[in-house]
């Protein structure tokens, strides 16, 4: 057959990015090499509809040791007795669990979009938006941590259907007892989304959610460090039926109505490759460097805010407890947009970020997310935390100097050699 060169040489180049760059989008990560052989592999051949033991197919004896595999480690990671990882990404999960226990129209309420939350949480150009009647709760202005009073006022005054907690920019832990009391006063559903912190939850460094909210979902590519997809995972509430009924008016237990709801209700066939890099992941992150791993993501990630703090940032809520900073820049005279365009060009790559009560729109922002998943995979310490900080504040308080973005260039690539990124591929 004709090989496609083209597209193998863009692939190179790409390769060739993620070398040379130092990486701190706070949702990435490099997964290792067998974690991307096991994607790229005959499965992706195989069609599967249904779980294992139970498929649509013939010929699925060895997906489905694959998939229970993928299944049985996620359990153990979590301690958890439910998981389903056919999601296959971190917004399907979440449409998934909202399928199963809303109805179009019924209310839920999440963290705003402005301040941390993501858009599957209910923002109106998303599906969770629009089929579903989204309220907000905020972060409190003087301290950038959520506002659980305000959460528990909407809470008593709306009684959404679902509370959803977690974010994909807020760099503080949960207080997940307290959502779950406040969801038992109004007989609401709680779902954590995880899809950043997952890693670190897994090797209880932050509070764990699993006892407290119903419904857990999570990406798999974030600090997990496994393919791109997603996963839902219950906790001991797994067997409540909670008076849920069928069409029929039988009542039906959770995990049931979740396995029905990713299939058939918003997915077809499962991506077995995809499941198989899963369990690999999953392999991994049951060992002791994965819990080595973890540990230096948190201590990278507070040397990081320390140094911003030392050159006068403004880190939202003064600090980090995971993975991430949200760097607030209104006192550098510089929009997250201009930040975000200056580091690329000295391949640092960030993203512009909204901040809390932001003036700016979410194209422009005021803000900056820095995280440290990707360059603590790549091997990167403590120590190297204050260089980093000196670069991007370089660049920062100068971002039209052309020479100083080519010398602070030359200094990533030249420093990121130190740190081989799959140098098994040549
Ligand atoms: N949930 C949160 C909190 C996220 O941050 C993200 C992705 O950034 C998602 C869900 C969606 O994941 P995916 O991009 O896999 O759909």
Redesign the pocket.
């Known amino acids: 057959m004709l090989r496609d060169q083209q597209i193998f040489d863009i692939i190179r180049k790409e390769l060739e990015r993620q070398r040379k760059g130092l990486e701190l989008i706070a ?1 990435e990560n490099f997964t290792s090499l067998q974690v991307m052989q096991a994607m790229g592999q005959v499965m992706t051949n195989k069609y599967a509809e249904g779980y294992p033991g139970h498929r649509y197919y013939g010929g699925c004896e060895f997906v489905d040791q694959s998939e229970q595999l993928a299944i049985d480690r996620a359990k153990q990671i979590f301690g958890v007795p439910y998981a389903n990882v056919q999601p296959h ?4 999960a ?1 449409a998934a669990v909202m399928l199963a226990v809303l109805q179009p129209g019924d209310k839920i309420l999440g963290l705003n979009l402005s301040m941390g939350g ?1 858009l ?1 949480h209910g923002s109106p150009v998303n599906y969770s938006g629009r089929l579903y009647q989204a309220l907000f709760y905020g972060v409190d202005r003087e301290s950038g941590r959520v506002d659980y009073d305000q959460l528990e006022q909407v809470a008593l005054a709306e009684k959404p259907k679902l509370i959803i907690c ?3 920019a807020y760099s503080r832990d949960w207080d997940y007892a307290r959502i779950r009391k406040v969801a038992d006063e109004i007989g609401a559903f709680v779902m954590a ?1 995880i ?2 912190p997952a890693g670190l939850i897994a090797k209880n460094l932050l509070q764990s959610p699993f006892e407290h909210c119903h419904f857990v979902t999570t ?1 798999t ?1 974030k600090t997990l460090r496994g393919p ?3 996963m839902i995972l219950m906790g001991k509430d797994f067997e409540n039926p909670f008076g849920i009924k069928t069409p029929k008016g039988e009542t039906r237990m959770m995990s049931s109505l979740i396995d029905a709801a990713v299939f058939p209700g918003i997915q077809g066939g499962p991506l077995e490759h995809v499941i198989a890099a899963k369990a690999v992941a999953f392999f991994e992150i049951l060992t002791d460097e994965f819990t080595r791993y973890a540990n230096q993501i948190i201590a990278n990630a507070q040397a990081m805010a320390n140094a911003f703090l030392e050159k006068g940032y403004h880190i939202v809520s003064g600090g980090t407890d995971n993975h991430l900073l949200l760097i607030d820049l209104r006192n550098k005279n510089i929009t997250g947009r201009k930040a975000e365009q200056t580091l690329v060009k000295a391949d640092i790559t960030v993203n512009k970020n909204m901040v809390p009560f932001d003036d700016k729109s979410p194209f422009v922002t005021s803000g900056i997310r820095v995280g440290v998943p990707a360059i603590t995979t790549r091997g990167l310490k403590e120590e190297h935390m204050p260089q980093i900080v000196e670069w991007i504040d370089e660049l920062i308080c100068d971002p039209d100097n052309e020479q100083k973005i080519a010398r602070v260039k030359s200094a990533v690539n030249r420093f990121m050699e130190q740190f081989p990124l799959y140098p098994e591929l040549g």
């Open positions: 949702s990404s971190g917004a399907q979440n993501h599957t977690g974010a994909s989304d899809a950043h990406t590519h791109r997809g997603g």
